[in-house]
C-alpha cells in the first residue's frame, strides 16, 4: 500500500548526496509512459528544450493541445517534471535517452510506474492499416449495468490510422484524447498532470466494446454504437435549488484569509457568478480559463465572479498553495475561496451548499442575478476539447450573462 513518506523517499533516492555532474538530456522529442495495469500503458509525448539561459522547457502535447512545462530540475541522475498548476509531478533516473520513475499525486496517495524514451515520434505502435473509420459521433455507456453507469457522447475525427476526439459527459468532456486505430483495435490517451486516461476498444464500423483505464486506480468497461441524433440531458437540468430555497449562501476564507460572503456590499446590485471547482480538476481549469479571458475581454463593471474551491489537500496551507498556484499561473484576478480541504467528496461539498439538490460535477456555475435569485445552474464545463460545442456554448453564455446585466 502507498504511504505518503514514498515521496519523501522517492527524493531522497533520486537526489541523494552524488557529487557527479548532472547527466543532460537529449533535446527534441521524447514518448512516455505510464502503466496503467499490467498490460496497458498509457503513452503521451512531450519535446525537450532549453532556453536561452540553460533552463530545460517541455511542452506536453495530447491532439492539438500543448501544455508548456517550465518547472523542471535535473540534479546528478535525476528529474524531477512538475507540470502547470496541478499537484502532480514526474520523479525519475535518467540518462540521455531514457527516464524511468514515477508520476506522484502526493495528496491521493497515487503513484503510477512512468518511462520516457528520446526518439519515439508515434504515440502509439501501429502494427497495421486500419480496418476501420471511426469517425463520427458514438452513443458510449460506461459501467452498463451498475448502478454508476452513465452516458457519453463520443465525437471523433480519424485519417489514415490517426484519431483524435473526445468523450463529452454530463459533468464535461475527457479533453484532447490522441491516438490511432491498429487494424481493429482503438486506443487514445491524455496526460496533462492531473487526467491520466487512456480508452482501448475493439472497434467495428458500428460498435465500440473497450476499456477506459484513469491511471492505475480505476477502469469502467464502455460499450459504443454509431448515433449521430444522441442528445445528453441539458448541463442546465441536473442541478437545482431544493424546494423552499430561494438565494445561495456562503462565507468561506479567500488565500489572505478574510471571510468572504454572499451577503457582502460588493456583491450588491451585481449579476453573481458563482463557480464550484477545485485546483486539481482539467475541467475546471478549461473553465477559469474561460472566465478569466471573458473578463479581460468585457469587464463590466456590474458582473462579478467568485469561486469555491474545495480541495482534496490534507492541509489547510497546502490547499490555500494550490488555490495561489492556479491564480498566480492562470491570472485569475475574481476571488478563489477555500471551502473546503482534504476531500473533494461530492457529498461533503453539498453539506456545505445545502441548499442545492446535489453537487454534480466539479465545475458547476451558479448564475445569481443583481437582485440574488438563482436564475441558472449549469452543472460541468465541455471545453475547448469539444470543438464546435464550445464555440456554441460561448456565444450562448455571452448572450445569457449580457441579458442579466441588462435587467
Avoid at 452498463?144 to 465525437?155: L, Q
Avoid at 463593471?301 to 474551491?309: G, K, P, Q, R, Y
Avoid at 439538490?357 to 452543472?379: E, M, Q
Wanted: charge should be negative; include cysteine.
Amino acid at each position: 500500500m502507498w504511504k505518503p513518506a514514498l515521496v519523501s523517499l522517492i527524493l531522497i533516492v533520486q537526489f541523494g548526496c552524488r557529487n557527479a555532474p548532472p547527466l543532460v538530456p537529449n533535446l527534441g522529442i521524447w514518448r512516455a509512459e505510464l502503466q496503467v495495469s499490467e498490460d496497458q500503458v498509457l503513452p503521451f509525448n512531450f519535446n525537450l528544450t532549453r532556453s536561452n539561459s540553460g533552463d530545460y522547457l517541455m511542452e506536453m502535447y495530447n491532439a492539438t493541445e500543448i501544455i508548456p512545462v517550465d518547472e523542471i530540475i535535473i540534479k546528478n541522475d535525476s528529474i524531477i517534471i512538475k507540470p502547470p498548476v496541478f499537484e502532480g509531478f514526474i520523479a525519475a533516473r535518467l540518462t540521455a535517452n531514457h527516464m524511468e520513475g514515477v508520476f506522484v499525486k502526493e495528496s491521493l496517495g497515487r503513484v503510477v510506474s512512468f518511462t520516457a524514451t528520446f526518439g519515439v515520434k508515434d504515440r502509439f505502435d501501429i502494427n497495421s492499416p486500419s480496418k476501420i473509420d471511426v469517425s463520427g459521433i458514438w452513443e458510449t455507456e460506461f459501467n452498463a449495468g451498475e448502478s454508476d453507469h452513465y452516458m457519453a457522447k463520443g465525437i471523433f475525427v480519424q485519417s489514415g490510422n490517426k484519431v483524435h476526439g473526445t468523450f463529452e459527459t454530463t459533468t464535461g468532456d475527457y479533453r484532447y484524447l490522441d491516438g490511432n486505430v491498429d487494424g481493429d483495435s482503438l486506443k487514445l490517451s491524455t496526460f496533462d498532470g492531473a487526467h491520466a486516461f487512456l480508452f482501448a476498444a475493439k472497434a467495428t464500423d458500428s460498435s465500440l466494446i473497450g476499456t477506459f483505464y484513469s491511471g492505475n486506480h480505476s477502469r469502467e468497461p464502455f460499450i459504443g454504437v454509431r448515433n449521430a441524433d444522441i442528445v445528453l440531458p441539458s448541463p442546465d437540468s441536473l442541478t437545482f435549488l431544493k424546494e423552499g430555497d430561494d438565494r445561495l449562501a456562503f462565507s468561506f476564507p479567500d488565500v489572505n484569509g478574510n471571510m468572504v460572503s454572499s451577503s457582502d456590499i460588493v456583491f450588491k446590485d451585481k449579476v453573481l457568478l458563482v463557480q464550484i471547482m477545485g485546483s486539481w480538476c482539467p475541467n475546471c481549469l478549461d473553465e477559469t480559463k474561460f472566465y478569466v479571458e471573458y473578463l479581460k475581454e468585457n469587464s463590466p463593471d456590474n458582473l462579478a465572479v467568485v469561486a469555491l474551491a474545495f480541495e482534496y489537500a490534507k492541509t489547510e496551507e497546502k490547499a490555500f498553495n494550490s488555490i495561489k498556484r492556479l491564480r498566480d499561473r492562470i491570472g485569475v484576478e475574481y476571488p478563489i475561496l477555500l471551502a473546503q480541504y482534504g476531500t473533494s467528496d461530492k457529498k461533503r461539498a453539498q453539506e456545505k451548499l445545502p441548499m442545492l439538490n446535489h453537487v454534480l460535477s466539479y465545475p458547476t456555475t451558479i448564475f445569481i442575478d443583481k437582485k440574488g435569485a438563482i436564475r441558472k445552474i449549469h452543472t460541468g464545463f465541455n471545453g475547448p476539447a469539444t470543438g464546435d460545442k464550445f464555440i456554441l456554448f460561448k456565444k450562448e453564455f455571452d448572450r445569457y450573462v449580457k441579458g442579466l446585466l441588462v435587467e
